[in-house]
């Protein structure tokens, strides 16, 4: 399943030249695999407070290809593409008018609030189960 996500560039995502600052296509990646996990019935300071897991980026390769500018309207496509264990492997590709300006290969890990990760409960992963 692949989730998207819309996203328009707005003045203080920008640098002096009007691009999108680098940083800011991570937050718009992590915005889209929250989303993500919501429209699963995934909220994740539910997870926190009522089971005390969290997720959190353990790995991540990202690729700019083209830069994104003020007012642009993006997607941010996210796909699960490895789940194993006490971790998600997730695709995203941030785009324009179809075209791929970034991609990002985001490895993410459960863990419990000592920080060790943990096997991703069943039903969870019945959830995030990819094609």
Do not use: W
Request: glycine share 6%; charged share 25%.
């Amino acid at each position: 399943m692949t989730h998207v996500f819309p996203v328009r560039v707005y003045y203080s995502e920008t640098d002096a030249g009007g691009m999108v600052y680098h940083a800011n296509y991570l937050t718009f990646a992590e915005h889209a695999r929250t989303e993500y996990l919501r429209t699963l019935g995934v909220e994740q300071q539910r997870l926190f407070d009522e089971a005390g897991f969290l997720f959190v980026v353990h790995r991540l390769q990202v690729d700019y290809k083209a830069s994104a500018r003020l007012d642009d309207a993006l997607t941010v496509e996210s796909t699960v593409t490895s789940l194993k264990g006490a971790r998600i492997t997730f695709l995203q590709n941030i785009m324009r008018d179809g075209k791929i300006l970034v991609t990002l290969t985001v490895e993410i890990a459960f863990i419990n609030t000592k920080g060790i990760p943990k096997k991703i409960p069943e039903n969870l992963q019945k959830k995030l189960q990819y094609q």
